[in-house]
């Protein structure tokens, strides 16, 4: 692993982690090429480095992570399943972590789900949702939806965003409950990885990872900020462009070498 890896890799995980696109699926496609997909320690890094996109939505929503029962027991109903599953299917999970095709398939077919999520899902009306109007069991049915993410290029935002709108939730509401969700989820991922890495590293991949969890940060702040903008003014069809266009380029790369 080299000082360009770190910040290519911490580029995608940074400013993709927010987005509805798959920051796994990416940085899965980034380390077979850039040769590093069976490194362990990339593996590690991959997930650990999330901890800084984690520390940006800390940044900027701080105010809603001030004392609040109400919310916290929302968040932590809808990281249940995720905790629960991901425990479970671990060792089935990570068998495919590494596969191309699978993320190619994800991804162009999750391209087409955000496209028609714009057009089924109304932007305005007055049944639309805020945050604070989810009920327990509103929770616990973005966070089932969240766990299709164990899938490598499906995109935990994406699910939980379309989980929020099926709820109908109003767009920024569903982008900003994924963003918020993320924080248990990622840091309970990271903390398990953390504890498989941290008896074997050494005093290079230390510095690697301090400064992946920088990068991380900064390119998270960035993501956030586009994210909001976008969906405010856009929607996710765009993103869902993206994914089909992306989905058919990792397919034909796959099929053709």
Partial sequence: MSWLDV????FIEGFTEFLPISSTGHLIVASAFLGLQDDEFVKSFNVIIQLGAILSVLCVYWRRFLPN???????????????????????????VLDSILIVGLTTFFGGFVLIWSDYYFKADGQDLKEIS???????????????????PGVSRSGATIIGGLSLRLNR?????FSFFLAVPT????AFI??????????????????????????????????????????????????????GLVILSVYFNS
């Fill in 69 to 95: 029962i109400p919310f916290y027991k929302k968040l932590f109903i809808a990281f249940l399943p995720a905790a629960i599953i991901g425990l479970l299917l671990k060792n089935k999970i990570d068998v």
């Fill in 7 to 10: 910040l290519i890799l911490s």
């Fill in 133 to 151: 109007d989810l009920s327990w069991l509103d929770c616990l049915k973005i966070g089932l939806i969240q766990c299709f993410a164990f899938l």
């Fill in 186 to 189: 990622l840091a309970g991922a």
């Fill in 172 to 176: 920024k509401a569903a982008a900003e």
């Fill in 193 to 246: 990885k953390s504890l498989k890495v941290i008896p074997n590293i050494e005093s290079e991949q230390i510095t690697y990872l301090i400064a992946g969890l920088i990068l991380s940060f900064v390119f998270a702040l960035l993501a956030i900020k586009t994210m909001v903008s976008i969906v405010s003014r856009f929607g996710f069809k765009h993103f869902g462009y993206y994914r089909v266009c992306l």
